[in-house]
């Protein structure tokens, strides 16, 4: 009887705490309250290109500038989606030989 009663009492304990596990949501959607800009981010949108072995771009505002992602996310692979990005130079060889490659550090959802 005791044998049946501590493993009822496991059970409940397992079902009870798995059941109420509720993690902590992560967002790739901008902060209203934080200031990108000064931040070191830049505003942009995503740009679907037509060119062989190229895909996704990122329009930048200023200047009219853009920037050739390592990779985007599945997540941010919608034309003319707004983003704030916040990006590194590098040296490597282009895809799309239409801007400048990059290293996304961060991304998010304008």
Request: with cysteine; hydrophobic share 40%.
């Amino acid at each position: 009887m005791k044998k049946y009663f501590l493993l009822s009492l496991f059970s409940f304990t397992l079902i009870a705490f798995s059941c109420h596990h509720v993690k902590e949501a992560v967002t790739d959607k901008a902060d209203p309250k934080y200031d990108y800009a000064a931040n070191g981010y830049a505003k942009g949108f995503v740009t679907e290109v037509q060119l062989d072995g190229c895909k996704w771009m990122i329009q930048l505002d200023s200047a009219g500038k853009r920037i050739e992602p390592d990779e985007i996310a599945p997540g941010f692979q919608k034309d003319s989606l707004l983003v704030w990005v916040k990006y590194t130079p590098v040296e490597r060889m282009s895809i799309c030989m239409a801007g400048q490659t990059v290293n996304i550090i961060d991304i998010r959802k304008r």
